[in-house]
C-alpha cells in the first residue's frame, strides 16, 4: 500500500478512532498476507478496538495465526468473523493478556477451547476442569493443560460473563483440579510410597477461601495417616515424598513457565516445621501451642486433594479450636498485632501503590471480615463462611456489619479484586502494585470499562474505593456497638446486647457492661454532640482498644465529653482536626496521670489539636506568665494555685507530648530516640518545676515584704533537679543558700530567709489534687539536722571546714534554679573547687565513694526488691551509672571542661569523647540509664503516683511495655530485655566504678 507523504491513510485514521495508540505500527501488522482479512474487515477491527489494549490485541492475533499451520488459519480467521462469542473472548485475552499470547503462540490449537459457548460453560466447577486436565500425565503437559484451562477462566472474565467472585471461585477450583492431577503424578511415580500412606492436602488462604487470584501461592497444609501394616513413621515419610513432589510439579519452572508456587509454611511450625504430620500431631500443636494468627488461618481451611476422609477427618477437628480463638488469653494482643503488621513491611515507596496490604486494600477487607467471624462465629455458625464476600453476607444478615456498610465494603472488595486480577493476568505475574507507566494504567483502566479517560477515571475509582474500604475497616468493628445501644440506623439489623458485650470483650474491655452504658450515654438523644459523638467513637473505640487499658479510656472519654461537650470549640476539635481525637484517645488509654491531669482542667485538650500545643514552652516564657499572674493574685494562696494551675497545663502538655512521641499516631509514628524523649522530658519537668518555686518565692516575699526581701535569696537545685533529669514523680531536692542585704542586721535577714522557705514550703504543701511538688533539702550541710537556709559565707566556712566526699559529689548536680541570679552564681563559684578538686579525688576519696556506694546498694535496696527489676538502686540502675560518671567528674572535671555539666548523659559523652571511657561501654551505660528512667516515667504515667520498679498488675505492666515500645503479649520480652541491659550496665560499672 503507498500512502501519500505527509498524509494519513484512512487505516491509520480508523486504527486511531478505534483506540489503536500505535497506528504505525499496526498498519504494518496489518499489511501481513496472514491478516489481510482483518485488514478489510470492520468487524475485527471494531472487535480489536473494544479490547483493553488492542495493539497488544494485534500483536498478539498476529503471532498465533503466524504459528497456525495455513489450513488451520483461515479456519480460526473465518470463525473470528462470523462468531462473535470466539472473537470477543479471543480478542479480549489478546489485549488483556501478553502471558496468554504468549502461550497461543507456543500452543496455537488451544484457541479452539474457545470456541464452546454454552449456557454450562458459563460457570464450569470443579468437574469440568479436571475433565480438562485429564490424560495430563507428565509436569509439562500438566503445566500447558492448566494454561488451556486458564485461557477460558479469563476470557469469560474480560468478557463479563463471570463476575470477579465467580473468576475467583473458577480459580480456585482449577488450582483443586490441578494438585489432584499433580499428586497423582506423584503416586504414579512413586507407587511404593502412595501404599504406605493415607495423605490428604488442606487448601488454606484464597485458595482454600474459594477466591483464588490469577497468580498467587497456593497455600496448603498436608495431613497423613498411615495404611493399615504400616508404621507411622514410615508412612509420614512416604507421604511427605509424594508431597514435596507434588509441590515440585507444581512449582517448577521448564520452557512451559510455571503453573504456581505451592508454599506449605501455614503449616505447624511454619518452615521449621515437618511437612507432613499425622491429624493427631497437627492437633496437639494446634491445642498447645498454636498462636491465634494460625487459627485465623484456618478459617479458610478446605481439603482438596487426596484422601477426602482424611481431609474431612481434619477440617472437622480443628474446626471448634478456630471458634474458641477469641477466648484465648491473648486474643486481644494478637489480634492488635495482628492490626498492626498490615502495610509493616511495605517499602515506603510502594504503599500507595499496594492494593493488597496498603491502607483502604483488600487485607483491610479481609481482615475486619475475619475478626468479625473469629468473634461472633462462636455462637453463630451462620459466619462460618472461608469465602469473604460470602462471610461479609452473612454478617450483614446476622445484625453484625450495618447492610449499607456491607453494600459499600462488597463494592468496593469487587473492584479491588478486579484490579488485581487484571494487574496480575497482563504477565501472570504475582503482584499487587498497581503500575505506574501510562500505557500500563491505560490498558487496566479499558480493561475495567473505562474508556473516557481511562487513567484519570482508574485513579479517581481506585482511590475512592480504597478510602470506603479504610474508612469501613475502621468503624466496622465498632459501629454496631452504637446500634446496640442506640436507635441510630432504622430499618438495618441491630446488634444484641449480648452480641455488643461479646465484641466488647474481644476487643479487651473487662467490664462490658460499663462500656456499653458510657456508649449509650454519649451517643443516645438528637444533639449536635451526640451527633458527632457517634461518627468519633467508632474510631475513637479502635484506639482505645489498641491499649493497654480500653475501659479507662472510654471513661476519660465520657468524662472529658461531659465537662466540655456543650462547648462548641471542643466538638469542632474532634471533628475537624486531624490527629486531635487520636491524641486525645491516646493519651486518656495510656494510664492514669495524665487523664487526671486534663480531668483537672478539661480545657486543656486544646493542646492535642494545635501542631505546636505539644511542644514544651521555654522556662522564660512561663516565668513570665507565672511572676505576671502572681502579681495580679490577691494573697499569697491564690497567687500559689494561679501557679499551679500553670502547673499543672504544663504537665499536661509534658504527659501528653511524651504519650503521643512514645506510642505514635497514624500521622505521627512513635520517635525512634528514647534518649530524646527522657531529654525532652527532663528539661521540662525541671523548668516547670523551677518556674513553680520560682512563682512560690515571689508570692511568699509578697505577701509580708512587698517587692523586697530583707535579704538576697537564692534556690539551688541539687540531684535530678540541677541535673534537668526530673521525672514526672521526682521530688525537688534543693539547698536555699541567702546574703543579707547592705545594712540589714544578720539576724533579721536570717529570720526573714528562715521565713520564706517555711511560707514557700507551705504554699506548695496545700492540699490539691495536682500531684504534689515536694522540696527536699536534706542535702544542705548537715542533713536534717542543720539550718535549712545558710548564707553564702556560713556555706564556704562549712565546706571549708567539714565537708565530706560525699557532699561535694552531691555538688556535681548543684544549679541555680530560682531566686537571684548573681548570688546563684556566686554559690556556683564558690562550690567549683570542691566538686572539680584540682588534680582530681585521692585514692582515700575513693576508696570512701566505693564504701559509701557499696553500703547503700546493701542497706537501702527496699526489702523484698528484686534487684535486678529496681530501676533506682537496682543492678544496672540509675544510681550504678550515676556514680560511675560522678567519679570520673570528680577525677578529671578540673581537666576536661566537657565534664562540669550536671547533666548526666551530658558528662557522660564528654568522658567518651576525652577518651576516659570507650565508646562501647558509654553507650551501654547510656542504654542501661536512659531505659531505667523511661521505666520510672511510665510507672508514674501509668499508675498515677511513683514507683522504682515495674507494677505488678498485668495491665498497668501492659501499659509500661506499649511506653517502651513492646506489643501487646510480649511483657516477659520487656523485662528480659531490661534485665539483659541492666545486666551489661553492671559489668561496666563493676569495671570502670569499682575497679574490678
Known sequence: MTTVPGRRSSTFTRLLRHGFTDPSAAERLLDLPELSSVRSDPVLLEALGATADPDLALRGLARLVEAEEADERQILLDTLVTAKPLRDRLLGVLGASEALGDHLARHPRDWQALVTYEAADLHPGLAEFEQGLAGADDPDSLRVAYRRCLLA????????????????????????????????????????DAAQCRLAVIAMGKCGGHEL?????????????????????????????????????????????????????????????????????????????????????????????????????????????????????????????????????????????????????????????????????????????????????????????????????????????????????????????VPESAPDLRRLGRSLGMRTDPITELNQAWKRHASVVRRLHEKLFYRPLLDAVAQLAPGESRLSAKAAGHRLEALGYADPAAALRHLEALSSGVSRKAAIQRTLLPVLLGWFADSADPDAGLLGFRKVSDALGKTPWYLRLLRDEGAAAENLARVLSAGRLAPDLLLRAPEAVALLGDPQGLKPRTREHLEQEVLAAVGRADGAESAVAVVRAVRRRELFRTTAADLIGSYGTEENPAEEDPGALVDRVGSAVTDLNAVTIAGALRAAVREQWGDTLPTRFAVIGMGRFGG?????????????????????????????????????????????????????????????????????????????????????????????VAGDIELGREFIELIDPLRYPMEGLGEDAVREIRRLKARMESERLPRGADPTLHTKLGRGGLSDVEWTVQLMQMQHGWAEPGLRTTRTREALAAACAAELISGEDAATLDEAWVLATRVRNAVMLVRGRPGDTFPSGPRELTAVGRYLGYEPGHVGDMLDDYRRITRRARAVVEERFYGA
Open 724 to 816: 534537668h533529669e526530673l521525672g514526672y514523680g521526682s521530688d525537688a531536692d534543693v539547698l536555699f543558700v541567702h546574703l543579707p542585704r547592705e545594712g540589714v542586721d544578720e539576724q533579721e535577714a536570717a529570720r526573714a530567709a528562715n521565713a520564706v522557705v517555711s511560707e514557700m514550703r507551705r504554699l506548695l504543701q496545700l492540699p490539691t489534687a495536682d500531684p504534689p511538688l515536694i522540696i527536699d533539702a536534706d542535702l544542705r550541710p548537715e542533713g536534717k539536722s542543720g539550718p535549712m537556709v545558710r548564707t553564702l559565707a556560713s556555706y564556704e566556712a562549712y565546706y571549708r571546714r567539714w565537708s565530706l566526699v560525699w557532699e561535694s559529689q552531691a555538688l556535681l548536680r548543684a544549679e541555680p
Open 213 to 433: 487470584n490469577y497468580v498467587s501461592d497456593v497455600d496448603v497444609i498436608f495431613v497423613a495417616e498411615p495404611i493399615d501394616g504400616f508404621e507411622e513413621s514410615a508412612a509420614v515419610r512416604a507421604a511427605t515424598r509424594l508431597a514435596a513432589h507434588m509441590m515440585r510439579i507444581c512449582s517448577d519452572t521448564t520452557v512451559e513457565g510455571t503453573i504456581w508456587p505451592v508454599d506449605a509454611n501455614l503449616r505447624p511450625e511454619g518452615r521449621s516445621g515437618p511437612l507432613v504430620r499425622t491429624l493427631s500431631s497437627h492437633l496437639a500443636y494446634y491445642q498447645r501451642w498454636a498462636k491465634t494468627w494460625e487459627f485465623q488461618a484456618l478459617l479458610k481451611a478446605r481439603p482438596v486433594a487426596g484422601d477426602p476422609e482424611l481431609g474431612a477427618e481434619y477440617v472437622e477437628a480443628v474446626s471448634p479450636l478456630v471458634w474458641q480463638a477469641a477466648d484465648r488469653e491473648n486474643f486481644v494482643p494478637d489480634v492488635q498485632k495482628m492490626r498492626r503488621r498490615v502495610v509493616d513491611n511495605i517499602p515506603a515507596d510502594r504503599v500507595d501503590r499496594e492494593i493488597k496490604l496498603g491502607p483502604g486494600g483488600l487485607r483491610d477487607v479481609e481482615f475486619a471480615v475475619q475478626l468479625l467471624q473469629l468473634v461472633h462465629g462462636r455462637s453463630d455458625a451462620t459466619l462460618r463462611s472461608g469465602t469473604t464476600l460470602a462471610a461479609l453476607r452473612a454478617l450483614a444478615e446476622g445484625g453484625y456489619v450495618g447492610r449499607v456498610d456491607a453494600a459499600q465494603l462488597d463494592d468496593a472488595y469487587r473492584f479491588l479484586r478486579a484490579m488485581e486480577h487484571r494487574i496480575q493476568l497482563y504477565r501472570l505475574r504475582r503482584t499487587h502494585l
Open 153 to 192: 477462566i479469563a476470557a469469560r472474565d474480560v468478557c463479563g460473563t463471570t463476575d470477579v467472585a465467580e473468576a475467583a471461585a473458577e480459580l480456585a477450583d482449577l488450582a483443586t483440579a490441578t494438585l489432584r492431577a499433580a499428586l497423582a503424578i506423584a503416586r504414579t511415580a512413586a507407587p511404593a
